[in-house]
């Protein structure tokens, strides 16, 4: 009985869990050779980093102008203040528990 499986795109054997790196490589060297100024002498591992990077961008570049999320992170901050309670000049005016 055999404990590994055969990753369907380059037929390499993977551990359980194990999960094959071949599209990856084929990505990079495909990002080598169509921006070679940007990947030649970059290791895998920040190309994709990279890539990522330029994706994310993008995404905030498409997100709606009211995102509840900021670009970098952060939250969105709304400085207007808003009291819950009612002014009147008079008691009789008060409603209470409405």
């Known amino acids: 009985m055999s404990y590994y499986r055969t990753c369907p795109h380059c037929g390499a054997h993977l551990d359980p869990g194990e999960s094959c790196d071949c599209a990856i490589s084929q990505v990079c060297t495909e990002a080598r050779a169509v921006f070679p100024e940007l990947f030649t002498g970059r290791t895998d591992r920040e190309i994709v980093g990279e890539i990522a990077g330029i ?8 997100a709606p102008a009211d ?16 009291s819950a309670s009612i002014v009147h000049k008079n008691e009789e005016d008060c409603q209470y528990g409405t």
């Open 55 to 62: 994706v994310r961008r993008a995404e905030m570049k498409e």
């Open 67 to 82: 995102a509840a999320n900021t670009g970098e992170g952060g939250a969105e901050q709304n400085l207007t203040t808003v």
